[in-house]
C-alpha cells in the first residue's frame, strides 16, 4: 500500500521528536503492508515549512530502513494567505515529490470563500489540489455539499483512515463512509504522527473498506490512486461521483439526512 498523508521526519512539527520515533513508525507501517510513504511535514504558522532540513532528515531515514521502504517528500500545506502567495512564486517547493499534487489543509474555523479562487488558480497552473481530511473539519462537517465545486473543477479528496473506524467520532466517521459511498473520495492515507497516539492504520482501513464497499473500491484507495499520486501520474478514470450538479443543490442536499439539515 502507498501512504501519502505521514509526518515521519522528526522534530520538524507535531510528529516524532526523535529518529528513533520515526524509525518506530516506519517500522509500524511496513508491518502492514505499506510499501511507500510520502512524507508530509505541516506547512503552517506553527510550523514552518523547511526543505532542506526535510531533505537531509528523509536521506537518514532512508539509510536507516535500507531500501525496506520507499519514501518521497510532500507536505501538509495550510491555506494560509502566505502559503498561497509562496506557492506561486516556488511551487514545487511544496508539492509531492516535486511534481502536481499537492496536500492542502483548511483552517478550522473558516473557509473563506476566496478559496475557490485559489483552487481555480492552483488548477490552471497544473497543480491538483488534494483536499485533507475534510471529514474531520468542522466547517465542512456543517456544510459538505460544499465539495462539490471543488471536486467538479478537478480538487482530490483524501479521507484519514482512522476516521474510517471512527477515531475521531461517529460523525466524522458517518461522513467519511457516506463521501466513499457517493464516489467522492480519491484516496485513503493516515496522517500518521506516533505509535502512541494518531498511529499507522492503513491495513485495518483497507479491511474496512473491503467489507463495506468491496475490494474493487478498497484497492483503488489505499493502493491505486495513492500509487499514481506518489509518481505524479495521471489518476485512471474513477467511478462517477454522485450528487455533483443539479442534485447537488436540493434544499435538504447530499447530507442533509445524515446530519439534519
Not at 227 to 255: C, H, I, N, T, Y
Amino acid at each position: 500500500m502507498f501512504d501519502i498523508h505521514y509526518h515521519l521526519i522528526f522534530g520538524v512539527d507535531d510528529g516524532p521528536k526523535t529518529i528513533e520515533d520515526s524509525i518506530a513508525l516506519a517500522e509500524a507501517s511496513i508491518a502492514e503492508g505499506v510499501t511507500h510513504i510520502l512524507a508530509t511535514p505541516h506547512a503552517n504558522d506553527t510550523y514552518p515549512y523547511q526543505p532542506e532540513v526535510n531533505r537531509e532528515r528523509l536521506a537518514m531515514l532512508k539509510e536507516h530502513l535500507d531500501g525496506r521502504l520507499t519514501l518521497g517528500l510532500g507536505c501538509d500545506f495550510h491555506l494560509s494567505y502566505d502559503n498561497i502567495i509562496d506557492l506561486r512564486r516556488n511551487p514545487t517547493k511544496y508539492t509531492v515529490n516535486g511534481k502536481q499534487y499537492l496536500l492542502v489543509e483548511f483552517p478550522d474555523l473558516n473557509i473563506p470563500q476566496s478559496i475557490t479562487q485559489a483552487f481555480n488558480e492552483m488548477i490552471g497552473a497544473g497543480i491538483v489540489p488534494i483536499l485533507t481530511h475534510p471529514e474531520r473539519n468542522p466547517v465542512l462537517m456543517r456544510d459538505p455539499e460544499r465539495m462539490a465545486e471543488w471536486i467538479q473543477s478537478g480538487c482530490l479528496l483524501q479521507v484519514t483512515a482512522a476516521s474510517l473506524r471512527g477515531r475521531f467520532g461517529p460523525k466524522s466517521e458517518a461522513m467519511a463512509f457516506e463521501l466513499v459511498k457517493r464516489n467522492w473520495v480519491h484516496i485513503i492515507a493516515s496522517d500518521a504522527h506516533s505509535v502512541e497516539g494518531r498511529t499507522p492504520s492503513m491495513e485495518r482501513a483497507h479491511s474496512v473498506l473491503v467489507e463495506s464497499a468491496g475490494q474493487e473500491t478498497a484497492d483503488r484507495l489505499c493502493i491505486e490512486n495513492p500509487r499514481a499520486v506518489f509518481f505524479g501520474e495521471k489518476l485512471k478514470e474513477q467511478p462517477r461521483p454522485m450528487g455533483l450538479g443539479r442534485e447537488q443543490q436540493s434544499k435538504r442536499g447530499l447530507f442533509g439526512r445524515m446530519f439534519g439539515k
